[in-house]
């Protein structure tokens, strides 16, 4: 290739990130391209393709048999899979990230607008740019958290070993208050979760200490993706997590609650409602677009 032949071909693909959670995202509007494993981790893969923590691939909902049901509520689906090219039900960095692409294509309005997920129909809200062309903000309504039990999960990381708590935000998480943000270790490996069984599909782990009033900060082992700068689910979990410890469950209290979540890659705001739905607000934010060369994804392709 020479620089007068810059390719006009090639599969189109963006890059995004959110809180430095960042996804390799490829716009497949009629759902004509099939995008298995072994392709998803080429493509994540920081050295040898793209790189990212996941992939979100753009679809309309009608085009994926997936999310073919949820297309009477909206118009696109993301189809998001992790690094090592598994599937999950949610991704919430994803989502907000989906959602200001969506916007920058043209393919959808700032506002609000509703999105399939394998978790669901979910609505995010894009905030209107700032004068100075910072991207708006994106908020997203995450739905109600679940906390499924049982008691007694731990997490272990060498000697260590916390109580944690099972919050499932439609994908599932195990979280646990330590004293030392440092004590989750190197995190290459997944940490230990008991009892053996507690999650059959595997699991997210956060670790978390407290800031300030309503304000904690965390490190996340991500399934299927490793240590990540950032979790968005993860950091909804936190924050219920979180408020119950404190007592602040706003179906008790009656009043919304909002926890600043810290993470590597920047900050997260989660607000729980009196009827339980969680929002999570933060930055979305499109990086690049490029083409896959013709002759790379033939030979990963499938
Ligand atoms: N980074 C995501 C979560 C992605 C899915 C997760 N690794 C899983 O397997 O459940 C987020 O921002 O929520």
Redesign the pocket.
């Known amino acids: 290739m020479s620089a007068s032949s810059l390719p006009q071909a090639g599969l189109p693909f963006f890059k995004g990130h ?1 809180t430095q ?1 960042d996804f390799v995202i490829v716009p497949d509007p009629d759902g004509a391209l099939e995008i298995g494993p072994a392709a998803v981790a080429a493509l994540c893969d920081r050295r040898a393709g793209i790189g990212g ?2 992939l979100l691939r753009v679809v309309r909902a009608a085009a994926d048999p997936a999310a073919a049901h949820l297309a009477d509520r909206a118009e696109w689906f993301m189809d ?1 899979r ?1 690094s090592d090219g ?1 599937i ?7 989502l907000r990230v989906f959602a200001r692409f969506l916007v920058e294509a043209g393919l959808a309005k700032p506002g609000e607008l509703a999105i399939a997920t394998r978790s669901g129909v979910l609505t995010a809200k894009v905030a209107e740019d700032a004068t100075d062309g910072t991207p708006g903000e994106v908020t997203i309504d995450m739905g109600k958290a679940r906390l499924p039990g049982p008691d007694g999960i731990e997490v272990a990381v060498g000697e260590r070993r916390w109580p944690a708590l099972n919050v499932n ?1 439609g ?2 998480h195990a979280v646990a208050f330590v004293e030392s943000l440092d004590h989750a270790g190197d995190l290459f490996r997944a940490p230990l979760t008991s009892p053996e069984g507690a999650y059959p599909e ?1 699991v ?1 782990v956060e670790f978390v200490v407290d800031r300030g009033p309503r304000h904690v900060a965390m490190r996340v082992h ?4 490793g240590e ?1 700068r ?5 950091a909804c979990a936190v924050a219920v997590a979180a408020i119950r410890r404190d007592g602040a469950d706003p179906a008790v209290t009656g009043e919304a609650v909002a926890y600043t979540v810290d993470v590597l890659g920047g900050r997260l705001v989660i607000t729980e409602h009196p009827d339980g739905r969680v929002e999570m607000t933060g930055p979305a934010v499109i990086v690049a677009e490029g083409r896959l060369d013709e002759r790379w994804w033939a030979l990963h392709q499938g």
């Open positions: 959110g959670n923590d996941g998001y992790n598994s999950a039900e949610m991704c919430g960095n994803g935000m994908n599932p595997g997210n991500e399934r299927g993706s990540t950032s979790c968005g689910t993860g």
